[in-house]
């Protein structure tokens, strides 16, 4: 098996966030801890509107393991980034380094006591015996070890929210690509990076 | 004798040089179980049975595939 991963078609999205609230009412998140959310960018532009749901992303290489002091992530055989709540120490490193977002810490108390990290597990749970209670409260729901894949992706209304096996997904868009007659030009890395302009930064790429 | 209380306090004095290993070599986190093995719950997906990695691999394809209505369509 390939690595776990989510793909968001931005040209199926439609903002409706039933992918946080079916995360939020899975994994049973406290108030203010939003593992997942919706990023909508040309708000109101009537054809330019485009939206993605963002979670973790479960990287290969995590910015979030990297600066860790206590070294509570951990990778899972299926390339999950997870972590172990006993060791975390709230100190929000993670938070500054990963690029989207995802670490969230709940805030209780009235001074804002800053909680221990929470983030997406893509519902697989925590280091805790798989399905228990103990996980459940910790880190929620381990929906992979009850045969099933993420609830945000499984409920998405329109399927814009993809979730699984990065090859089984990957085919899942490709043929969806296929099947619109028009490729990742429309959304995609062209549009989020832009197109090079000049010629000569071309010709450069092409010599090396 | 001299030479030897000599050697004896450069010895002690240069095990306060040294330093001990403090890097982080390995993730202290706890052991977690695989995920194949199945939850100790009553929410285990029906017509699965946990306990072989090869069933649940091919389980979660089979679920990924109900992401993909050009299947359902046909």
């Known amino acids: 098996m390939a690595r776990m991963k989510f793909i968001c078609d ?9 992918c946080v609230t079916a995360c939020k009412n899975e994994n ?15 708000d109101g532009v009537i054809g330019q509107e485009k939206s993605i749901s963002v979670a973790c992303m479960h990287c290969s290489d995590a910015p979030c393991m990297a600066v860790c002091p206590v070294d509570c992530f951990y990778h899972t055989d299926d390339g999950l980034v997870l972590h172990d709540k006993d060791i975390c120490i709230g100190c929000g490193y993670c938070s500054y380094a ?13 001074f ?11 519902c697989a749970g925590g280091p805790e015996a798989d399905g228990s209670q103990a996980e459940f409260q910790k880190y929620g729901r381990n929906r992979l070890a009850e045969g099933k894949l993420p609830a945000c992706a499984e ?11 990065g090859d089984v997904i990957a085919d899942i868009l490709r043929n969806r690509v ?3 007659g028009k490729g990742s030009e429309v959304w995609g890395w062209g549009t989020a990076y832009g197109k090079s302009h000049n010629p000569d930064a071309k010709a450069e790429e092409k010599k090396s | ?3 030897l209380i000599g050697m004896s306090l450069l010895a002690v004095g240069l095990v306060a040089c040294s330093e001990p290993d403090q890097a982080l070599t390995a993730s202290s986190a706890k052991a977690d179980g695989k995920p194949w093995q199945g939850a100790q719950n009553a929410f285990v997906a029906p017509g699965w049975q946990p306990g072989d990695k090869t069933r649940w691999e091919t389980q979660l394809r089979n679920r ?5 209505e050009y299947l359902k369509a046909r």
């Open chain 1, 10 to 18: 931005a040209e199926r999205c439609i903002e409706c966030n039933g």
């Open chain 1, 28 to 42: 049973d998140v406290p108030w203010g801890v939003n593992r997942r959310r919706v990023v909508t960018i040309n």
């Open chain 1, 98 to 110: 990963c690029p989207f977002g995802a670490p969230q810490f709940p805030s209780n108390g009235t």
């Open chain 1, 112 to 122: 804002g006591l800053r909680g221990k990290m929470d983030k997406c597990t893509f």
């Open chain 1, 155 to 165: 409920m998405c209304s329109t399927k814009a929210l993809l979730g699984g096996d």
């Open chain 1, 178 to 180: 296929v099947q619109r």
């Open chain 2, 1 to 3: 004798m001299i030479r």
């Open chain 2, 64 to 68: 990924a595939q109900t992401q993909n």
